[in-house]
């Protein structure tokens, strides 16, 4: 069977959308139902598209998990405890310089587009599961609003 | 063919946690168990996390053996080895410090898109890996988890 690829969108829901602080949550824990084609399979992580349609543009980062973790609210420090820190799989940067992938911003009057490409990480779901979580951890002080910020993830099988 | 993914977990056992000087071995030898497909068989290694659980932030080299190599040191030693064992070494991976994203109490680093080929040695499908700090984290035995992200081919 050859390889094959897949894009898709998540976007975080916001309970308590408005200003954050830097090392803010945004957002929920994001549930990525299904990302995975088998139960417990594998998949590269090639590139995340973010539609920032609050145009703010700033630094935040992207953790992924492969069993649910439990942290704070929307809007709240990003925190957890060790346990769940052992959940992660990695974490991508949206932040140029000390992310090693390409940062492009092109911003056309309503949003910003940001493109990480060739992340190239592996994530795995849990046995018995096809799901994947995430969670955005602003490093900066964007104003959002619930439902504009939609990531496109794109994936090789 | 599609292609076989694998994310590996290692803990490093840290007998002598503590303080750690730059240059010292964090750990003992950590097997990557079932890295490689079969019998020699090769890998695509393509990322590293690291999740920190003592939230220390500081760059790492992880290196790569195909046969578990002999230490000089034990953990929180200066990582040393013959050239004999040198010789199993088939790289390293630098895990820099700006790649650590914290939360308040931990930390996760992680290295991709690293496209480096590994292969297992005669008989093995193991490949083994050796911590190696380049600065002074304070740990305490099993704050650190390793990921490796492989390409089975």
């Known amino acids: ?155 090789k099988y | 063919m599609k292609p076989f993914y694998d994310v590996i977990s290692t803990t ?12 010292d071995q964090v750990g003992l030898v950590n097997t990557i168990t079932g890295a490689c497909a079969d019998d020699k068989g090769q890998a695509r290694l393509h990322s590293i996390t690291i999740i920190d659980k003592a939230k220390q932030d500081k760059v790492m080299d992880v290196w790569i053996f195909n046969q578990s190599p002999t230490l000089d040191n034990v953990d929180n030693g200066a990582f040393s080895l013959a050239d004999s064992e040198a010789a199993k070494c088939l790289g390293f991976v630098r895990i820099p410090a700006a790649n650590y994203s914290d939360s308040a109490l931990n930390s996760v680093a992680t290295v991709s898109d690293i496209d480096m080929v590994l292969e297992g040695y005669a008989g093995k499908r193991d490949l083994y890996c050796v911590l190696q700090t380049r600065d002074t984290p304070t740990y305490a035995n099993g704050d650190l988890i390793l990921l490796f992200g492989l390409e089975q081919v």
């Open chain 1, 1 to 155: 069977m050859k390889p094959f690829y897949k894009v898709v969108t998540a976007t975080p829901t916001l309970a308590n959308a408005g200003a954050y602080l830097a090392n803010d949550q945004v957002g929920a824990v994001t549930k990525l139902a299904n990302i995975m084609a088998d139960s417990g399979g594998r998949a590269l992580l090639k590139s995340i598209t973010f539609q920032d349609l609050d145009y703010n543009g700033l630094a935040f980062e992207l953790w992924f998990f492969g069993t649910e973790p439990t942290t704070v609210a929307d809007n709240a420090a990003f925190s957890m405890t060790d346990a769940n820190a052992a959940k992660a799989l990695g974490v991508v940067f949206f932040s140029d310089p000390t992310n090693q992938n390409t940062y492009d911003d092109v911003n056309n009057g309503h949003a910003v587009i940001s493109c990480v490409k060739s992340i190239n990480l592996v994530l795995k779901a849990a046995a018995g599961s096809r799901d994947l979580w995430m969670v955005m951890v602003t490093r900066d002080t964007p104003t959002h609003t619930d439902g504009k910020l939609h990531f496109l993830l794109g994936l």
């Open chain 2, 12 to 23: 490093p056992v840290m007998a002598h946690a503590g303080l750690y000087s730059a240059g």
